[in-house]
């Protein structure tokens, strides 16, 4: 063994020893249950609420009702955001789910001659990085039941599963 698997079956091991230790051998006494307390404890929560509600009994403060009032209140600026730009709740506009059939995309074929991969799309011949024309879309990844096409903005990817029914 290594000198560092040493020093980590050492460590391991001391800190087996202390867990034993802590767990056994410090309190051997079993804990007792903490739902069930002592006098003395039910006597000091008792004061503690007895106070609590002579603090509330004249009302409450202007602060505390204002902050009570404002509760439900939409946030029309994030307190946490450190912009001074107005910030908006609103989602992103959604776009429709661009399919294979909508684009007009049929990948009906896969050939790989040493390292290189061709995709059969639409009846032609494609390598990972070709833009299929009319579309202006690129040709991302080929795999043998898919091809990935990245949109023609780049911000979409758009999995083409293989057509076997041609």
């Known amino acids: 063994m290594s000198k560092r698997e040493k020093i980590i079956l050492i460590i391991m091991a001391l ?5 034993f ?3 056994f051998l410090e ?3 079993p804990r007792k249950n903490e739902l069930t307390a002592s006098g003395s404890t039910l006597d ?3 004061k503690f609420i007895t106070k609590v509600a002579a603090l509330t009994k004249g009302g409450l403060s202007t602060e505390d009702s204002y902050i009570i009032e404002r509760i439900p209140v939409k946030w029309t600026k994030d307190p946490l955001l450190n912009t001074r730009q107005s910030f908006d709740f609103k989602p992103d506009e959604e776009k ?3 399919t294979p059939e909508k684009l007009g995309i049929s990948y009906s074929g896969f050939m ?8 059969i799309i639409n009846g ?7 833009e299929l ?3 202006g879309h690129i040709v991302d990844q080929i795999y043998a039941n898919k091809v990935i096409i990245v949109t023609s903005d780049g911000r979409k990817k758009i999995s083409v599963p293989l057509d076997e029914t041609q």
């Open 112 to 119: 790989k001659m040493g390292k290189k991969s061709l995709a």
């Open 96 to 98: 429709e789910d661009i």
């Open 15 to 19: 800190t087996v020893i202390y867990g």
């Open 27 to 29: 309190n051997p006494t």
């Open 44 to 46: 000091e929560f008792n």
């Open 133 to 135: 024309p009319d579309s």
């Open 124 to 130: 032609l011949e494609y390598e990972a990085g070709e």
């Open 21 to 23: 230790y802590a767990l």
